[in-house]
């Protein structure tokens, strides 16, 4: 059977292969400028206009085939025999030809490896910059392989490479040999190989005009990298990290822009907010109006409408929260992040490689766990993926924001952004502190003793692209709804239908009532004699002491499938009524909401931060807990995490309450 035949594209990181991807497939994957940030394969055919009949397919970045981490592991080996596709027929593999002195060590591996490779010169225009060019037909000549230079952003030099992968398919494709793979990790190899690469990059890295003498001062050879000439970074940039690497100037600005971001989160995403609550406000009034008083009508406008919207509502701050961090991957502030973040890591048995999934955890912990693999030392790793989840994630979000919104007046946004970047601020400092006591008291939780270190390749800053910004904003957006969603959906069905349910349907005086008061009364004696009232009362004694009821208890159970559930939960369990908009309605029926066996306020300034504490701490995701498992390799460290955080969430929840109320604060 003929078989299409498989093109890998590799390259060490920041050194254009994704954007190479992205060209060849038409595809619009995002491109950032810190290691590891391609974690997992992504696979296409080409554009038809390039008439290529094979598959592409982009690995993640490798800097050579000396695996140091398990990333890179699972990358050298499809190499050598992809699961799904076998050996490849061909290998693009990119390299900066600004920084061709390191990034040739691949290309040279690959090529003794008995490969067929086509090297991809990329990043020319920064080279050219400094009055420098690879002379390609050298360098090919040298290395014996296909050698072209390619602009990623203006897409010169691919007519030439689409002619070179055609001429190389039509050859057949190479046997490698995996036995050599041992021979790379030799040290007198790689000091032989890094040699000769210096060598060769005197050969081939040229002035661009005929001053001879410029040229050979240029391209003096000072061991073990070329001339400063030839290596300097970019003078702008130098003039930024000044500041922003600054060891107080940096974490004061950091601080300052989290704060600012967490505020903007508020104030833009306002009007947004107001025009999906009204949306779905309107659309449930609607389905009330249409289709009657009966529990059809109850199941569309409570169960489903007002369900969904009371979450989606939600959607305008999460949108705007994956622009900014959008925003800061592109610029390149994300690796000054990891760099300026790497001396706490470090105290705390970790480094600068776990600032990226710990980053990342405050979209969603599942890719952030994910993108743990690109730590090479076990035991960083694992500590990494045990604090993750304390990370507060889009999910919290909706929770926060609700909350956040209860306590603070309405007309000073500034106040619930600062509020929000306390939450966040607090939900680091308490996975550091997690962390230290992990890494001192209990080394029996991650046995081993790798050793590890931290080396990190600072991009130029660029201008970030607000088309690829806002698609991936998009994306990552759709992805939160198609993700939550059908959870959502099922458990606000759910939820209505404990609610609702035996319908018990109270007789009582109607005389001198609206129909909006019998509705709501009606509404009232319901969901007091409903399962979901059953199941509140039998975890009640449980929510006693945090002052909360049975109420909040059946929200926080629904949580656990899914953190966004809890408000939806909320605006089911307490009715809100429809003539106000969605948000609003839940926030006058937490104002007015008593304890049923007490009359007391049930939310109050004490229950409410308790209520904050315990999101921050519960890991209430059944997705991480299973990406945790298979990450892992067992069911330990899923197992503590959800014990040790859910035990500690109700702990300080008791205590803050408890506390708060003492102090007059209720």
């Not at 594209?9 to 060209?23: D, E, H, Q, R, Y």
């Not at 946004?413 to 230290?436: R, T």
């Not at 006693?544 to 605006?571: C, H, K, Q, T, Y």
Request: proline share 5%; aromatic share 10%; hydrophobic share 45%.
């Amino acid at each position: 059977m003929s078989k299409t035949p498989l093109i890998n594209l590799v390259g060490p990181p920041n050194s254009g292969k994704t954007t190479l991807f992205n060209i060849f497939s038409g595809k619009h994957f995002k491109t950032v400028n810190y290691p590891g940030s391609t974690v997992e394969y992504s696979s296409s055919d080409f554009l038809d206009k390039f008439n290529i009949n094979a598959k592409i397919l982009d690995s993640p970045g490798l800097i050579s085939l000396n695996a140091n981490s398990p990333d890179e592991e699972v990358a050298i080996e499809s190499l050598f025999n992809q699961p799904n596709n076998g050996i490849p027929d061909l290998i693009l593999v990119t390299a900066d030809a600004s920084q061709i002195t390191r990034h040739l060590l691949l290309t040279k591996q690959l090529i003794e490896a008995g490969f067929k490779v086509i090297l991809v010169l990329t990043m020319i225009d920064i080279l050219n910059r400094k009055n420098l060019k690879v002379n390609t037909s050298l360098l090919s000549e040298i290395l014996g392989i296909d050698v072209v230079a390619v602009n990623g952003r203006t897409e010169e030099g691919i007519d030439e490479l689409t002619v070179k992968i055609k001429e190389n398919l039509s050859k057949g494709k190479n046997i490698p040999d995996h036995n050599i793979l041992s021979t790379f990790k030799d040290k007198d190899y790689l000091i032989n190989t890094f040699e000769k690469i210096e060598s060769i990059s005197s050969k081939v890295i040229e002035s661009v005009t005929p001053d001879i003498e410029n040229a050979n001062k240029q391209l003096n050879i000072q061991n073990p990298i070329l001339r400063e000439s030839t290596q300097k970074p970019d003078a702008l940039t130098l003039k930024i990290d000044k500041y922003l690497l600054h060891k107080y100037f940096g974490f004061i600005f950091f601080l300052l822009m989290m704060g600012a971001i967490f505020t903007s989160i508020f104030w833009l995403a306002a009007p947004l907010m107001d025009l999906v609550d009204t949306l779905f406000s309107s659309l449930a009034n609607y389905a009330a109006e249409s289709l009657g008083n009966n529990w059809f009508s109850h199941l569309i406008s409570d169960g489903i409408i007002s369900g969904t919207g009371a979450v989606l509502i939600f959607l305008p701050q999460i949108l705007i929260l994956f622009l900014i961090l959008g925003l800061l991957e592109d610029t390149g502030y994300l690796a000054r992040g990891a760099t300026l973040i790497d001396k706490p890591l470090s105290m705390i048995g970790l480094n600068g490689k776990s600032f990226v999934p710990m980053l990342s955890g405050f979209a969603c912990a599942i890719p952030a766990i994910l993108s743990t693999r690109t730590i090479p030392n076990r035991r960083e790793r694992f500590l990494t993926i045990f604090i993750i989840p304390l990370m507060s994630c889009s999910a919290r979000l909706p929770v926060y924001v609700l909350i956040i919104a209860y306590l603070t007046p309405p007309d000073k946004p500034w106040l619930a952004g600062f509020f929000l970047s306390f939450v966040y601020l607090i939900s680091i400092i308490l996975s550091v502190v997690v962390a230290f006591v992990i890494n001192k008291f209990n080394k029996s939780l991650i046995k081993t003793q790798d050793d590890s270190s931290f080396i990190l390749e600072l991009p130029t800053y660029k201008l970030p692209k607000l088309k690829v910004v806002l698609r991936n904003s998009y994306e990552n957006s759709k992805e939160y709804i198609l993700r939550a969603g059908p959870i959502i959906l099922v458990l606000s069905l759910l939820i209505w239908f404990l609610t609702y349910m035996p319908n018990h349907s109270p007789e009582f005086d109607k005389t001198g009532m609206t129909e909006e008061e019998i509705i709501l009364l009606e509404k009232s004696e319901r969901i007091s004699n409903s399962y979901a009232a059953k199941i509140g009362i039998f975890i009640e004694p449980i929510m006693n002491p945090l002052g909360m009821d049975w109420r909040v208890g059946v929200s926080l159970i629904a949580a656990f499938a899914a953190r966004e559930v809890f408000v939806s939960s909320m605006a089911l369990i307490f009715k809100v009524t429809d003539d106000e908009n969605i948000q609003n309605s839940l926030l006058t029926a937490m104002r007015d909401a008593k304890i049923e066996s007490n009359g007391e306020p049930l939310f109050t300034t004490a229950t409410s931060i308790g209520l904050i504490f315990f999101f921050i701490f519960a890991l209430q995701c059944i997705s991480t807990i299973a990406v945790s498992r298979k990450e892992t390799g067992s069911w330990r460290i899923p197992i503590l995490q959800l014990t040790i955080f859910t035990s500690t969430a109700y702990l300080f929840t008791f205590l803050i309450v408890n506390v708060l109320r003492m102090i007059g604060i209720n």
